[in-house]
């Protein structure tokens, strides 16, 4: 399906914890989080809004910094520790070795700089290169993600290109100078849903191409099943599950990430009358459940939830499929099988048509 | 980008044509009373009176009396009955020395604005902003007309490091050209930065939280890199127009006190003479220049706004 991941990761997130002092008090964005990337291997963080997935990835690139953020843990890049890196070794890191697309297109690009310029001016930042070479490798770039006369086109304004052209010019931006990881935030949520399968497209045989690592933030598991090779769950701060795509999508073992795969249309299974959606919303950042995070939401609570389960692996022979749920893989498979509107990801053979 | 030009211009002639016919009105047909007396000074003879009845053409009728003193604005054919001096020679004299004052003020206060602004951007909230906040409110309070006359009194009269009052042309001699319009700039600038420096600090601070500029940073750029070519550029976009307007305000009479208290013989104080002796030629003359100024500033600015944003040039 894809290259497999070789041996060593490139990217290693540690135990990393966020928090911001805001005036409501402190926001736990992000408790403990750790995550590992080879090259050639794509994976997703997927998560709703407020999981602390963007925060992740930008801490990462150090750009959550600010007099009100606090920061533990580590991240390793190739021998380079990132969390705790002056802004120097930060910057030589930026662009070049670790580069980033984010959310939304449209206002991601200097309203007043040609695109050309934009990109050359990340060239010149990491490379000593003349100007005609740093354009003529803009050039070469806009093609490469399938901009049409990207010849003419390197000198127009953002505002000349459409929300899809422009997050093209975005990944052309963010692989100038072959970054050996991609941090992609929500690359395509801004975005209609032939395009996003464009851009989708391109991403993978970019990687293909060059051997980048590529994370891929998204709540979209739609997006995720095309591209991903592993997945991340996160919710609340935390990453609640995580295993390869198969594992996911055909033995979740967290009751969250059952809701998610629920919620999704699928056209391979008869359509229940409504979607089923998770119940309740997500804990405020300030004010979390204690133990598991998701317990109020979640039909199956018991007892033990009360306790942090840790994010191990419990399902037999899969040492990389980890989550973090009291229920015993028997009870899961058990309790996931449920009435169709419910949480839940099988829907009971009587549901379906003869 | 051409035709914008173009369009703009004609529009500029439209509006200075209102402006015209406008001030025509208020000096020669809304007051009561014969024109040319009012025109003629100071205890006129009876046959001067009647020349310049004659030569304004006060006995046609409108259009043609619009058409003869427009005529003599444009062509610099105004005399002033109160000095018989021309009032096209007197401009000409003036309009050197307001430019000078003008443009050397705008240079200063923009300059010091953009490092005050920007500074306060990058330390909002903490001791050295709050500094300049008040600082820049002070600036904005002081009226130029006390300022000024206490800076020409202290610095040019006691302590004697300017000096006070006069004018050097700068072709004569540059450098004491600046020396004598150090004050007069510092005066009038100083009410400018106040103002220019809080509206760049917003600016700024709303630049710094777009998404280009977490780009910018994600690329790898140094933050002196981010600042300038990145935040402030686009930060600049709306102080370069108000900068442009506030110019030709500047010219078309906002110096008047600033000429006045440090004697500068420029035409804002030719202005106020003129209207403190009801001297009515000069009076429509500068009025015209003022207009002209501020409607040529206007379209200038239109046409670098386009320059600084790319978005504009579609219309």
């Known amino acids: ?118 990109i ?9 290169l003349p100007d005609q070479q740093a354009r003529e490798r803009a050039v070469e770039l806009l093609e490469k993600v399938g901009i049409p006369r990207a010849r003419e086109r390197v000198t127009n304004y953002p505002f000349e290109f459409s929300g899809g052209m422009r997050q093209r010019v975005m990944i052309a931006l963010a692989l100038s100078c072959n970054p050996s990881v991609l941090i992609a935030d929500e690359p395509t949520t801004a975005l209609d849903v032939t395009i996003q399968a464009q851009i989708l497209q391109r991403m993978r045989e970019l990687r293909d ?79 979390r459940p204690e133990g598991c995070h998701f317990r109020p939401r979640c039909p199956h609570e018991f007892s033990k939830c009360a306790e942090v389960p840790p994010l191990e692996a419990r399902v037999e022979g899969s040492p990389a499929h980890r989550d973090r749920c009291w229920l015993t893989p028997d009870e899961k498979r058990e309790k996931r099988e449920v009435e169709t509107g419910q949480i839940g990801l099988e829907h009971k053979p009587a549901a379906e048509p003869a | 980008m051409g035709r914008f030009i173009a369009r703009r211009l004609v529009q500029m002639l439209f509006v200075l044509f209102a402006v015209s016919v406008l001030t025509f009105f208020i000096f020669n047909v809304i007051p ?21 009845r004659k030569e304004w053409g006060f006995d046609d009728n409108i259009f043609v009396q619009y058409a003869t003193t427009m005529k003599k604005v444009v062509t610099g054919d105004l005399i002033s009955y109160f000095t018989q001096l021309p009032v096209g020679e007197e401009i000409k004299k003036g309009l050197p020395r307001t430019l000078s004052l003008a443009f050397g003020a705008a240079v200063l206060w923009m300059f010091v604005a953009i490092c005050f602004g920007l500074y ?94 977490r780009t910018a940073r994600a690329k790898g750029l140094g933050e002196r890199q981010i600042m300038v070519k990145h935040v402030l550029r686009n930060s600049m976009i709306p102080i370069v127009t108000l900068w442009g307007l506030d110019f030709g305000a500047v010219v078309g009479g906002g110096a008047i006190l600033t000429e006045t ?55």
């Open chain 1, 120 to 128: 050359v001016e990340q060239i010149q930042e990491h490379e000593a």
């Open chain 2, 120 to 213: 306060s951007a990058i330390k909002a909230g903490r001791f050295a902003d709050r500094f300049l906040t008040i600082i820049s409110l002070i600036g904005i309070s002081m009226p130029v007309f006390w300022i000024g006359a206490l800076m020409n009194h202290y610095l040019g009269f006691k302590l004697g490091w300017f000096p006070n009052g006069g004018y050097v042309e700068f072709t004569d001699d540059p450098l004491d050209w600046a020396y004598h319009l150090i004050l007069p700039w510092t005066a009038l600038a100083i009410l400018f930065i106040g103002f220019y420096s809080r509206v760049l600090r917003s600016n700024v601070l709303d630049t710094i939280n777009e998404d280009f500029v």
């Open chain 2, 32 to 52: 009561n009373g014969d024109p040319a007396v009012r025109m003629a000074g100071k205890q006129p003879t009876e046959p001067q009176i009647e020349a310049i």
């Open chain 2, 261 to 315: 208290v440090f004697d500068l013989q420029g035409v804002g104080q030719y202005a106020a003479e003129a209207v403190g002796q009801l001297d009515v030629p000069p009076v429509l003359a500068t009025t015209m220049f003022a207009a002209f100024f501020i409607v040529l500033l206007n379209a200038i600015v239109d046409i670098v706004y386009a320059y600084l944003d790319p978005r504009i040039r579609l219309q």
């Open chain 1, 1 to 118: 399906m894809s290259t497999p991941p070789s041996g060593e990761p490139l990217l290693t997130v540690d135990d990393l914890q966020v928090s911001f002092a805001t005036e409501e008090g402190v926001v736990h964005a992000v408790e403990g989080v750790s995550l590992s990337v080879g090259a050639g291997e794509i994976v997703a963080i997927v998560g709703e809004s407020g999981s602390g997935k963007s925060v992740t990835a930008m801490t990462v690139m150090g750009l959550t910094r600010s007099p009100n953020a606090h920061f533990e843990g580590t991240a390793h890049y190739k021998g380079t520790e990132l969390i705790g890196a002056s802004e120097d070794q930060l910057r030589r890191v930026r662009g070049a070795e670790i580069a980033m697309i984010f959310q939304d297109p449209m206002t991601s690009l200097n309203p007043v700089m040609k695109i050309g310029d934009q």
């Open chain 1, 209 to 287: 191409e060059t051997g980048a690592a590529i994370i891929l933030v998204t709540h979209d598991l739609g997006v995720v099943a095309d591209i991903a090779d592993r997945i991340a769950v996160m919710y609340s701060g935390r990453i609640v599950e995580e295993g390869t795509l198969d594992e996911i999508f055909y033995d979740p073992q967290h009751p969250y990430t059952w809701g998610l795969l629920g919620s999704i249309a699928r056209v391979d299974r008869p359509r229940p009358e409504r979607l089923p959606a998770i119940p309740g919303m997500p804990p405020s950042l300030s004010d």
